[in-house]
C-alpha cells in the first residue's frame, strides 16, 4: 500500500532554475515530514523536515511548503546547481522521525 | 563522527543461496533499522530495533530473512533461501531514538541471479 505519492519521476532543470518535487500522503495521522537526497552509490542523507504546524520551513536554497488540508507538500531547491543533481525522496512518519514511509523518489538532473 | 558502516558493498549470489549482510552503527546509537531499497523505489523498512530488542518487524519476510543485533550495537540482516526478488540495496540507518534523524549507511547491493 503506497502511503505517499511522489512527482515527477524525474526532472531536468538548468543552472540557477527552480526545482520543484511535489509529494501527497493519505494517512492523516503523519505528522513529520521530511527529504532526503541520495547520491549513486550512497545511502539517503536528511536535507530538510517540516511537522504540520507550519506551512513553510526554510533552510538555505531548499524549503519545503505544506498544505495539511490538501495533505501534500513540496521541495523547492533555489537557485539549483549542477551538485544538486541527485535522487530526492519524500518521507512521512507518525509520532517519531523513525519509522518512515518513502516515496518513490525524483531523479533531479542540472544541467550547465 | 564515524557513519554507519555497512559490508559488503556488492554481493552476488545464485537464487537458493544464503547471504549475511553486516551493520555497525554510529557510537551511541540505540536504534538500528534495515531497509531494502529496490531499483527505482523508496526504501521500504524491514526491521527497526531499539537496543537489541526488535520493535517492529511486521514487513519483515521471515520465512527467509532474519535479522539479530547482538549486544545491542552490531547488527546482521541473513536471506535464506534468496529469491529473484531478493535483489534490492539493503540499507542500514541509525539514530539516538526518539525524534532524532535516521542516518543511513550506503548499503550492500545484492544481485541474486
Known amino acids: 500500500q503506497q502511503q505517499v505519492k511522489q512527482s515527477p519521476q524525474s526532472l531536468i532543470v538548468q543552472k540557477g532554475g527552480i526545482s520543484i518535487i511535489n509529494c501527497a500522503y493519505e494517512?492523516?495521522?503523519?505528522?513529520?515530514f521530511p527529504w532526503y537526497q541520495q547520491f549513486p552509490g550512497k545511502g539517503p542523507a536528511l536535507l530538510i523536515a517540516?511537522?504540520?504546524?507550519?506551512s513553510e520551513k526554510k533552510e538555505g536554497r531548499f524549503t519545503i511548503s505544506f498544505n495539511k488540508s490538501a495533505k501534500q507538500f513540496s521541495l523547492h531547491i533555489m537557485d539549483s546547481q549542477p551538485g544538486d543533481s541527485a535522487t530526492y525522496f519524500c518521507a512521512a512518519s507518525i509520532g517519531t522521525a523513525s519509522k518512515l514511509t518513502f516515496g518513490t523518489g525524483t531523479r533531479l538532473q542540472v544541467t550547465l | 563522527e564515524a557513519g554507519v558502516a555497512q559490508s559488503p558493498r556488492y554481493k552476488i549470489i545464485e537464487k537458493r543461496q544464503s547471504v549475511a549482510f553486516w551493520c555497525n552503527p554510529i557510537?551511541?546509537?540505540?536504534?538500528l533499522y534495515w531497509y531494502q531499497q529496490i531499483l527505482g523505489q523508496g526504501p521500504k523498512l524491514l526491521i527497526q530495533f531499539q537496543n537489541n530488542g526488535v520493535v517492529d518487524d511486521s514487513q519483515l519476510p521471515k520465512d527467509r530473512f532474519s535479522a539479530e543485533r547482538l549486544k545491542g550495537v552490531d547488527s546482521t540482516l541473513k536471506i535464506q533461501p534468496a529469491k529473484l526478488e531478493d535483489s534490492a540495496v539493503y540499507l542500514c540507518a541509525s539514530s539516538f531514538g526518539g525524534n532524532s534523524p535516521l542516518h543511513f549507511g550506503n548499503g550492500t547491493r545484492l544481485t541474486v541471479t
Open positions: 494517512n492523516t495521522a503523519f505528522d513529520y
Open positions: 557510537s551511541g546509537h540505540a536504534t
Open positions: 517540516i511537522r504540520p504546524d507550519v
